[in-house]
């Protein structure tokens, strides 16, 4: 079995993703290339920014699937989630969704320049 798992995220420009997700991650990528950049997010987790061939993925499927950064505040605390959807605000991010419970608790879907989606909710 693996240990590690890496999330991909397919985007046109990696380097000007990079600086997108930098900024909202506050870090730095673990890995550049110029189509490929990753971001170690703790023990066997990274992301992945990708902006490899895709002659043969139609624009036309929607997309599925979206990143979701788990913060550490439980599913009763909201301060953590409301004070990084205000950040993002203010950094001009994309809002999709305005906080709202969704049952695991507060949470907001943004969307980065690609238009791939990132939610931010309560770690489990």
């Not at 788990?70 to 959807?85: K, L, M, R, Y």
């Amino acid at each position: 079995m693996t240990t590690s798992v890496v999330s991909i995220v397919y985007v046109n420009d990696a380097p000007a993703a990079a600086r997108f997700y930098g900024g909202l991650l506050g870090m730095s990528p673990s890995l550049e290339t110029p189509g490929y950049i990753t971001f170690d997010l703790g023990p066997g987790a990274d992301l992945a920014l990708w902006s490899g061939q895709f002659e043969d993925l139609s624009p036309d499927v929607p997309r599925t699937s979206e990143v979701c950064l788990a913060v550490n505040s439980g599913p009763d605390e909201i301060d953590e989630i409301d004070e990084i959807f205000k950040r993002w605000q203010a950094k001009g991010v994309t809002i999709l969704r305005e906080p709202h419970d969704a049952g695991f608790g507060l949470t907001f879907v943004a969307a980065d320049p690609d238009g791939n989606r990132i939610r931010v909710a309560p770690r489990d």
